[in-house]
């Protein structure tokens, strides 16, 4: 097959030296040639510092530092924000006033009320500086129930519509300033290089300048234009983020660590940052990733030296959340090096206390000096001024506040809807089956076509976006909303099962599948197969082949993956990327009119090459790299000509290290696990080296290096033990791992003689009590009898014995759970799952 044969011609990189710099090595090049000054349109303004000179004098250290402080909704009163005067404050993913998910427009707008008239009220904290609150509106104003959703950045790139994107960002602004917030953590412009990070879906782009001229776009209609209506009634304070290098981290490892060289870094990195700074963006939020080894959070060379002084930013630098916790030598409550590095607000959730405590004494011991400090509060005092904070009515008051009909407005909606029908990516269309006619007998399938939340992803109410249902979109559609209408409208019939069954044979089928919500962190996969081990919708997909009835796949994902059997599967394939709120507008491509005239044409290209096998997953500007199955830029019409054989490879040769071993404890708990002790109905999270519940003792000890394994001690009067979840109890995908030779292995060391009742565990909810979509369990009395001579042994039982049990390996929460109603005492050591050439000591009961 020639290798060009679905190809477009790629676009080129619109940087100098973009494919330079093949040295790895980091680099710290003073050259201009870098890192450009930015040439930002906001320009100095001296009586706007000379109001900052005034305010700064007269404020006391503690009032500077509290203007630092982003404490979380969830963890600070009204009374706080009175007592402290916070600079600013934020409402986290999945965090809502009064911890209400259906918090209504009108309860957001009287926390911003609140928050704001005490923060002006000096009768405890003597400031009578206004406070600002942050919010993640990354796909419209995504935590509201009712707003309008717009499609993830990835389907936003592949329409490639700048305007368009300037016109979205301005109907955020102005949804978001209906609820009295007055800042935006956005645009992310991450270019990402390895789909398999969970976070690729918030990338427009793996081409950096495609990014670039996004965050142009973005910031202006946020904030609006320089000279126009820059930061008035209407518009919102942005952020570009995550500075630097999000993307580019090894293996695509959430918060990981990137090693390109200093002119990669720039070159593809950092262009969605000379986009964004140079209309004008106020504010840029670190990055969770290190550079070289180096948490971003504390380089003083890239916040500093770089971003400041280099690209001449003088808005203000945000931190992440709980990011300056992840510098060496920091924590949560304490990290003078991210200060002295150059960041200006610590985004503290909980911590915020003991961290204004902290850094007022390091403040007067000198660790941290009184002039990083000005300067900090400067540029936080800078963008207030600039954005008319000082001058602005209280957030009930303003323009737009409380202009709820605002929210999810019609015109807004069809907006998002012309943005779904130009993000669409039609990958295959063979015997040029669509557009459908509507006149037909059309079966509608899958467990996306009727699910908002699936369609929407991550970031959708709650942090990862699951936990939804339809009644929590009013005003939205569904994928089966609009195919419905249409079918229905044109006089045909709609026949629509979640499991493709039918009483009379359709003359066509749409089937709708794909990823499930996910948000960062949990979205990390090790390759990128679809559904590894569980590939129920390609047996959907082949059974409705198999009778002969063609095909439409629709595929929902956050990634370009690695799908040549459901492509096979199909007659056409459309990649709708996480479409958002406005399912319907997917029906208007799908389908022709009813007097058989094309409605719209697919014209959306692919932002992300697309692999043709799953290890395919580093950035295709790499020279080195195999060519893809799609191209970059690659996308048909209905009327295109190209035929995608039927025939791609179904099977792949696995490289060394394509399937990598999770590890659960390894010296350490390894996220995004976390160690839990419980007995009885009582748990609590392990967070020191010992821990005691009634009935359980746990501490931590030696086993080759210092406390590198655990011990527990069960008396027997409880069921109790040791458990190891998920942070936040959310399922992950490790479904890559499942294979004929997999294993959950762990050392033990055992001490109790004539062990009964020890149970090991898995399940995909937190507690064995409530097993909810799989659950595990068997007894290993016998094997751990076997070994209690009080000396190490490794133990294995194949994932075969799990799954067999009904353990769904791409939902897994728990992976390990050992326990016991009677006396045990054991320890445990390097606990993972990987693959082995030895057979388990431990067969299936």
């Known amino acids: 097959m020639n290798k060009h044969l679905f190809s477009l011609s790629a676009l080129c990189l619109a940087l100098s030296g973009c494919m330079s710099g093949n040295d790895n090595a980091k680099t710290t090049n003073t050259k201009n040639d870098i890192w450009p000054k930015i040439t930002n349109p906001v320009k100095p303004d001296a009586k706007l510092e000379t109001k900052i000179d005034a305010l700064l004098a007269q404020m006391?250290?503690?009032?500077?530092?509290?203007?630092?402080?982003?404490?979380?909704?969830?963890?600070?009163?009204?009374?706080?924000?009175?007592?402290?005067?916070?600079?600013?404050?934020?409402?986290?993913?999945?965090?809502?006033?009064?911890?209400?998910?259906?918090?209504?427009?009108?309860?957001?707008?009287?926390?911003?009320?609140?928050?704001?008239?005490?923060?002006?009220?000096?009768?405890?904290?003597?400031?009578?500086?206004?406070t600002m609150w942050g919010t993640d509106a990354v796909h419209g104003h995504n935590n509201v129930i009712g707003a309008t959703l717009f499609p993830?950045?990835?389907?936003?790139?592949?329409?490639?519509?700048?305007?368009?994107?300037?016109?979205?960002?301005?109907?955020?602004?102005?949804?978001?300033?209906?609820?009295?917030?007055?800042?935006?953590?956005?645009?992310?412009?991450?270019?990402?290089?390895?789909?398999?990070?969970?976070?690729?879906?918030?990338?427009?782009?793996?081409?950096?300048?495609?990014?670039?001229?996004?965050?142009?776009?973005?910031?202006?209609?946020l904030q609006g234009e320089v000279g126009k209506d820059f930061l008035g009634d209407e518009r919102v304070i942005s952020t570009v983020k995550h500075f630097v290098g999000d993307g580019g981290t090894v293996d695509g490892d959430d918060q990981g660590n990137n090693l390109s060289s200093e002119q990669d870094l720039f070159d593809i990195h950092a262009q969605g940052y000379v986009g964004g700074l140079n209309v004008g963006a106020?504010?840029?939020?670190?990055?969770?990733?290190?550079?070289?080894?180096?948490?971003?959070?504390?380089?003083?060379?890239?916040?500093?030296?770089?971003?400041?002084?280099?690209?001449?930013?003088?808005?203000?630098?945000?931190?992440?959340?709980?990011?300056?916790?992840?510098?060496?030598?920091?924590?949560?409550?304490?990290?003078?090096?991210?200060?002295?590095?150059?960041?200006?607000?610590?985004?503290?959730?909980?911590?915020?206390?003991?961290?204004?405590?902290?850094?007022?004494?390091?403040?007067?011991?000198?660790?941290?000096?009184?002039?990083?400090?000005?300067?900090?509060?400067?540029?936080?005092?800078?963008?207030?001024?600039?954005?008319?904070?000082?001058?602005?009515?209280?957030?009930?008051?303003?323009?737009?506040?409380?202009?709820?009909?605002?929210?999810?407005?019609?015109?807004?909606?069809?907006?998002?809807?012309?943005?779904?029908?130009?993000?669409?990516?039609?990958?295959?269309?063979?015997?040029?089956?669509?557009?459908?006619?509507?006149?037909?007998?059309?079966?509608?399938?899958?467990d996306a076509a009727d699910n908002i939340g699936k369609q929407s992803g991550g970031w959708t109410i709650t942090w990862q976006g699951t936990n939804n249902q339809n009644s929590d979109f009013p005003g939205g559609s569904s994928i089966l909303d609009g195919l419905r209408s249409q079918v229905n409208s044109a006089g045909g019939i709609l026949d629509y099962s979640l499991d493709g069954s039918f009483s009379e044979k359709p003359d066509v089928a749409i089937v709708v599948f794909g990823e499930e919500p996910y948000a960062e962190g949990h979205g990390d996969r090790a390759t990128l197969e679809y559904q590894a081990g569980d590939k129920r919708d390609l047996a959907l997909l082949n059974k409705l082949k198999a009778e002969n009835i063609p095909v439409v796949a629709v595929f929902i994902s956050g990634r370009p993956m690695w799908v040549n059997a459901e492509l096979n599967a199909s007659t056409a394939f459309v990649a709708a990327w996480l479409p958002g709120s406005e399912g319907a507008a997917i029906a208007d491509l799908l389908l022709r009119k009813a007097d058989n005239s094309v409605n719209v044409d697919f014209k959306g290209k692919l932002p992300f090459s697309w692999p043709i096998k799953p290890n395919q997953h580093v950035d295709f500007y790499n020279k080195n790299s195999e060519q893809p199955l799609f191209e970059y830029g690659y996308g048909l019409t209905t009327t295109s000509n190209t035929i995608v054989p039927n025939d791609l490879p179904e099977q792949f040769e696995r490289k060394a290290g394509d399937v990598k071993s999770v590890s659960i404890l390894e010296g350490e708990v390894k996220k995004p696990w976390q160690a839990w002790l419980f007995s009885g109905d009582n748990s609590e999270q392990i967070m020191s080296s010992t821990l005691s519940l009634e009935g359980i003792n746990y501490r931590t000890i030696d086993k080759v290096i210092q406390e590198d394994a655990r011990k527990i001690s069960i008396t027997g009067e409880h069921a109790a033990g040791l458990r190891f979840a998920s942070k936040s109890y959310f399922r992950e995908d490790l479904s890559n791992l499942v294979s004929d030779t997999a294993q959950l292995t762990f050392d033990v060391k055992v001490d109790s003689k004539k062990a009964k009742d020890v149970w090991l565990t898995m399940n995909c909810e937190g507690t064995a009590d409530k097993p909810g979509s799989c659950h595990s369990k068997m007894d290993i009395s016998h094997l751990i009898n076997a070994k209690a001579d009080g000396q190490w042994h490794t133990l294995s039982v194949d994932l075969a014995c799990f799954t067999q049990q009904g353990i769904k390996f791409n939902q897994l929460v728990v992976p390990f759970e050992i326990g016991s109603s009677q006396a045990l005492e054991l320890s445990l050591a390097n606990i993972k799952i990987s693959q082995s050439d030895t057979p388990a000591m431990h067969m299936c009961q």
Not at 322 to 342: D, L, M, R, T
Not at 372 to 377: E, L, P, T, W
């Open 282 to 446: 106020q504010s840029v939020m670190a990055s969770f990733n290190s550079w070289h080894g180096e948490k971003v959070h504390g380089s003083k060379y890239l916040l500093n030296d770089v971003l400041k002084v280099k690209m001449g930013f003088d808005g203000f630098i945000v931190g992440d959340w709980n990011g300056h916790g992840q510098v060496a030598g920091c924590s949560n409550e304490s990290c003078a090096q991210s200060i002295n590095a150059g960041l200006d607000i610590f985004m503290v959730p909980s911590d915020w206390k003991a961290l204004m405590e902290n850094t007022i004494a390091q403040v007067k011991t000198g660790e941290i000096s009184q002039s990083r400090i000005d300067d900090a509060v400067r540029r936080i005092l800078r963008v207030k001024l600039r954005a008319g904070l000082f001058d602005k009515p209280r957030p009930k008051d303003r323009a737009l506040s409380g202009k709820t009909e605002l929210i999810g407005q019609a015109s807004h909606r069809e907006v998002a809807a012309q943005a779904v029908r130009e993000s669409l990516v039609l990958l295959k269309n063979n015997q040029q089956l669509l557009p459908l006619s509507p006149k037909q007998r059309i079966l509608v399938a899958g």
């Open 152 to 221: 993830h950045n990835i389907g936003l790139g592949a329409a490639n519509n700048p305007e368009l994107m300037e016109q979205i960002a301005a109907i955020t602004a102005k949804e978001v300033m209906v609820t009295g917030i007055d800042w935006v953590f956005a645009p992310t412009v991450a270019v990402v290089q390895d789909d398999r990070w969970g976070r690729t879906y918030e990338s427009y782009s793996e081409d950096p300048s495609l990014v670039r001229n996004y965050a142009a776009s973005v910031v202006k209609g």
């Open 60 to 130: 006391t250290l503690e009032q500077k530092i509290a203007q630092m402080i982003q404490p979380e909704i969830r963890n600070i009163t009204v009374e706080d924000m009175r007592r402290y005067g916070f600079g600013s404050y934020l409402n986290g993913g999945g965090s809502f006033p009064n911890g209400d998910k259906h918090a209504t427009p009108e309860d957001w707008i009287k926390l911003a009320n609140d928050m704001y008239m005490a923060s002006i009220d000096d009768s405890l904290d003597g400031s009578t500086i206004p």
